[in-house]
């Protein structure tokens, strides 16, 4: 074992015993002694006052990653147009960039996709790193992987960040895998530690039920994926950046898997994460069919439907129209809250909105501390009241 406890030295104070992650701390005539399913992690030894805890066991070196600069953004196109959530993060990656004063990349790779460079150093990146080839023209795996890999190699970023898209969560663990480092997926914030200079990547963990903040401190480039629709897209107008050409070289036996089709799903699509104007409801609406009456809202007012998870449960909306901690992330101008409690899971998807406008009849509602303006009130007079108003101001 090469964790030990000098048992004179122990005062029984039990505080090695709390912080231990694995049990492995007895106490014994008021004394602590270690178990054998001790791991040496080490979390009781910086927290015993009397030092009575021993270990022979050296702490890990942190590498020396001072030639590990910039932060990167993969640039996801499909048929040449660029996913909102690669420019949410190079709003994300110019914050980022800023505190560790390096430079925000953005990689983009595709087939006959350069003009899209402008747009990326229009939102803040500082070089973009482009790989043109015919076999990049479509997301593969192992064609995007290799790229990537390369160009990793050849730079050393310090951070690569990725959107929570479908081909981020099928990219950005086979390249972590690739070059060896840890990955967060499903991030909801990052910041900086202000001492350490590492990345904080927080996300939901346990089914939503605590917020995990992750740090990747013995390698580089730090990985996160992110959900789109969480950060904010920050445009850097007049920013002047460069292009730098990667020259892919690749050969469809290598990637080993072809597209034969592309097939859209047709399904009615639900985009919130565009919508200007959300109308959304919680319990207090009732039923589905007073949910009527916020169809007709948002539809008067140009915008989407939305609601809380109690609602998609009761079968009133469907989930794509969840909005919170484990539904979508929406940012619009206006966010109409109507019989929503206003719950920490579901003002996580919502706090990013321009104005927030609550219905509630309980005055003590939570979603009153966050909304810009507050109707205390029954949904159902307030919302066809607010209906006829502005059907009659535009003259319908
Ligand atoms: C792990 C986890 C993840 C979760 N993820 C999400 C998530 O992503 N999104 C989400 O929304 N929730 C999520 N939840 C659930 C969340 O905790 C809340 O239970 C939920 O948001 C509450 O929904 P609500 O506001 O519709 O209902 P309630 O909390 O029941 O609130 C109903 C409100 O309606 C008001 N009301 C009632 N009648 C009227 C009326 N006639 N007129 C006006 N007001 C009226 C009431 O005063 C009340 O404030 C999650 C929970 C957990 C544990």
Redesign the pocket.
Known sequence: MSVWIEVDLCSGCKRCQKACPYGAIEMIDGKAHILDRCTSCGACIELCREKAIQTDTKPKEIPDFSDRQGVWVFAEQRDGKLSRVSLELLGKAQELAGVLNQDVSAVLLGYQVAKLSKRLIGYGADNVYLAEHKALKDYRTIAYTKVIHELVEKQNPNILLMGATHIGRDLAPRLSRRVGVGLTADCTELVIDPEEGILLQTRPAF???VMATIASRYSRPQMATVRPGVMEVKQKRGNKGNTIKHKVSITEKEIAAKILEKVREKKKSVSLNDAGIIVAG???V?SKEGMKALFSLAQVMGGEVA?????VEEGWIPVER??????QTVRPEIYVA?????????R??MLGSRYIIA????KS?P?FDVADWGIV????EVVPEFDRAIRSSKGK
């Open positions: 089914g939503g039920n919680g319990r207090g009732g609601g809380t998870r109690i609602i969840q909005v919170g901690q484990t539904g109507c019989g929503i409690s206003g719950a920490i899971q579901h996580a998807g219905i509630n009849k309980d509602a979603i009130g029954d949904l159902h």
